[in-house]
């Protein structure tokens, strides 16, 4: 006989010839020379084979010293230490030493996508329970739509969203729904009068409808796109290039009653659009240029020839009025007079004094 002492939260297995006799607990115990003793700490955990554990399972002794754990196939179950998260149980059996610790277990079912409630968020966040679920998150300004098996499932509003994984293939497809812009640049288009012209448009959208968008149109901006760049050609296409430059606030608007009712269609609502720039040849620009010259000299000889008009009225005018006062056309002499003494520093007179006679003539009635 040999001692074999057992200390607290320890328990000891006797073998004799690989079948379990008995289990030890704290305190002083005799075994036979012929049986061995394999001592356990409760407090970690028991590692064995299936096949260890069938023949573990038919001592009473030892079935009442732990927990047994069976999880099926499409089941986890969340082990609690002391009311704190310890790990996760996969498909399988688990003894765990009952020991001093309290225990608990959550089943969970994951065979179904979703997430039961009562399991707390923040430990989905953490290892290793992050491995089992498919996580997607859906921005403030976004919405998001979500297909299950390839089904469309519902719409998804801003915030995050868990799913257990397993054999369902879940997607979630996600749109901006912010004031978006487009560009159409480089559309080389002929006008009514036969002008080429390459005209850069703007357009400013916002996405009205998700399920329109994304369920029932395939990459619906480039449809957008397409649908915006016909009518532009359209309405250029209708008028000639005097019109168009006559004119150009009004393509924004035409576009957009034209287009309208096809952009619904996408789930989308046009807010703004614009023509950023209009492009002519070389050769049209260059006549372009001449004929506003042309009409610039046009205006400039125009205006020339009113103020000579107006000029010669006023003059002619002034000329009948002097010639029916004579005091006004001394007073006219006089002002005359004045303006050339201004720019005259010197006078020097030579001669008898009959020439300042003769000047004060001027201003004798």
Known sequence: MKRVTINTNNVGLVFKRGK???????????????????????????????????????????VNLIHLVTVADNELVLTYQNKNFKGIMNAGRHAIWKGLSEFNFVRVNTSNVDIDETIDRNLLEKMPLLNYIRAYRIESFERGLLFIDGKFNKVLEAGSYTYWKNSTTIQVYKADMRQLSMEISGQEILTKDKAQLRVNFNIQYKIEDIEKALLDNKEFDKQLYVTMQLALREFIGLMTLDELMESKEKVAETVMDLAAGKVADLGVKLINSGVKDIILPGDVKEIM?????????????????????????????????????????????MEYVEKIAEKINNISLSGSGQIVDQLKQIFVK
């Open 20 to 62: 379990l006799e008995k289990v030890l607990t704290t305190g002083a115990h005799w075994i036979g020379f012929s049986e061995n003793v394999t001592v356990y700490d409760m407090g970690k955990e028991y590692h064995y084979t299936s096949a260890e554990l069938d023949i573990l399972l038919q001592h009473a002794d030892f």
């Open 289 to 333: 240029n001449q004929v506003l010259v042309a009409e610039k000299r046009a205006q400039a000889n125009i205006i020339t020839r009113r103020e000579e008009t107006a000029s010669t009225r006023s003059l002619l005018n002034t000329a009948k009025l002097m010639e029916e006062n004579t005091m006004l056309y001394k007073l006219k002499e």
